[in-house]
């Protein structure tokens, strides 16, 4: 079934009380808006158009952003939810199948929710996503017989007797494309708010003869992001569920509320995920491999057999192979680690390639940041770096070869070679005793003084 999605993002979100555009604010690591896009996304759909007005340029960025496929249209002036959709009726002057209407500031709808609602297209001309709201507010409420939806009533143009329904609309709806866009274009603005309002297509399909339906989801999907608190309990629902699938996918989790997951992360079966593990975006990690606790991963993949942390980040181009070790107070950025590597203590490795095999000491270095420019730092197979060596890169390490402890290597290492870059040990006999009783003398003449 070819489905089309509209996203309207173009309201203000003046309650954020902020600079940034609503749905760009973040949760799981992604702009609202992503949300409502990976969900989308999910049913493969033939046009994917987002409706933008507020934060115009930066929210048709993000749109971009997530994927080329998107088209984005304009609204201005923001008329209201129908008049929004009525903007991306020349994206969809082609489209052959249904339309689903999603909110850019609503990401917690699940795909198969959308999919209840595209099945019960089959009994119905128009269906629309509601829930029973522990506290209705100002939702527009359905007003129904059965399953059938007779109007929807927008809370300001609501009766008293109306507003004592519970059952409230979400805002998703869904119908065949083109009669969606025929019907929004039917749409008056004489109502309390003067917008056109898009709950008003349930009538007007109804005048038609035609039936609309109700598809109920848990209230949980529904909720819609206008305050800062609401991003924070959007985010607590989203890493409920994101712990809970992980669970059933088969990853450990030692303390599940500890862990946060972003959108798109990917952990396999049987990986073992520590305590207060913080996921940014694009990180996956493969079967078996374990994070232990404390560590914080951002766009890096993680093979299986690796072991990571605890306290150890990794940021963006963090590539580790097979049986990678990487342990505590480790950050590794923009470095490929090829199998067998062991970086176990307090190391930065930036910029870098590491043969594998190779043994990196703690306290490594790699000096890839001159004040103006980066450096890449290439170490051959089976190397060995000594305790606190830098790496002042450009530099290379060939294969099987040894830096001494404390070196600062700025020449190339030819494989097999030892290299030692440390000023040479000087020990003079006695002179600790000396000097101590110096010192002392000297605080002694102080001490008298005052
Ligand atoms: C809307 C519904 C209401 C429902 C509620 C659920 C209408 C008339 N009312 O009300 O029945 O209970 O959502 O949250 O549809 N938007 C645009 N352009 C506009 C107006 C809005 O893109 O001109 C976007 C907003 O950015 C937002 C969404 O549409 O993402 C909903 O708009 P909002 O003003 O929040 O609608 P509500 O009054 O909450
Ligand atoms: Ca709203």
């Keep these: 079934m070819q489905v089309s999605v509209i996203v309207l993002a173009a309201g203000q979100g003046t309650r954020m009380n902020s600079d940034l555009p609503k749905v760009l604010h973040r949760m799981a690591g992604a702009p609202l808006l992503h949300h409502a896009l990976a969900t989308a996304q999910a049913l493969e759909p033939e046009r994917l158009v987002v409706v933008t007005g507020h934060g115009g340029e930066a929210v048709v960025a993000a749109a971009r952003d997530w994927s080329e496929a998107v088209e984005t249209v304009v609204q201005d002036p923001q008329l209201g939810t129908a008049h929004a959709v009525a903007q991306a009726a020349p994206r969809l002057a082609d489209a052959t199948g249904e ?55 927008e809370f300001k143009d609501a009766s008293l007797e109306e507003r004592a329904i519970t059952l409230c609309n979400s805002g998703v709806i869904c119908a065949n494309v083109h009669l969606l866009l025929s019907l929004v274009a039917e749409v008056r603005n004489d109502n309390a708010a003067k917008e056109y309002y898009l709950t008003d297509v349930v009538e007007l399909a109804r005048r038609r003869g035609l039936s609309a339906g109700v598809v109920i989801c848990d209230e949980s999907e529904t909720l819609g992001v206008n305050t800062r608190a609401q991003l924070a ?112 203590h307090l190391t930065y490795l930036g910029d870098a390639h590491v043969g594998e095999h190779t043994n990196i000491g703690a306290g490594t270095v790699t000096c890839n940041y001159d004040g103006v420019m980066k450096h890449r730092t290439t170490i051959g197979k089976r190397a060995f770096i000594g305790s606190d060596t830098m790496l002042v890169a450009p530099v290379k390490v ?34 600790a005793t000396r000097m101590f009783e110096k010192l002392k003398a000297i605080k002694a003449a102080k001490a008298k003084g005052h």
């Design 99 to 153: 339309a689903i209407v999603l909110y850019g500031d609503t990401p917690l709808i699940r795909e198969e929710t959308l999919r209840t609602m595209l099945a019960a297209r089959s009994r119905h001309a128009v269906v629309v996503l509601g829930f029973h709201a522990r506290d209705p507010g100002r939702y527009g409420r359905l007003i129904t017989e059965g399953d059938e939806v007779l109007a929807i009533r």
């Design 233 to 344: 309990e959007a985010e607590a629902a989203f890493q409920a569920r994101a712990r809970t699938a992980a669970l059933d996918n088969g990853v450990t989790l030692t303390a599940p509320d500890t862990v946060f997951f972003a959108l798109d992360t990917w952990v396999g079966r049987d990986a073992v995920i520590g305590p207060n593990v913080i996921f940014g975006l694009g990180v996956t990690v493969e079967s078996g491999a374990e994070i232990k606790g404390f560590c914080h991963l951002e766009g890096c993949h993680i093979s299986r057999g690796a072991s990571v942390g605890p306290f150890a980040r990794l940021r963006p181009g963090a590539e580790l192979a097979e049986d990678v070790h990487v342990g505590n107070f480790v950050e590794i950025k923009n470095a490929i680690l090829e199998e067998g590597v062991k970086v176990g």
């Design 398 to 431: 060939g294969d099987g070869a040894l830096t001494a402890s404390g070196s600062v290597i700025t020449e190339d290492v030819p494989p097999e070679a030892v290299a030692i870059g440390r000023a040479r040990q000087v020990t003079k006999p006695g002179l």
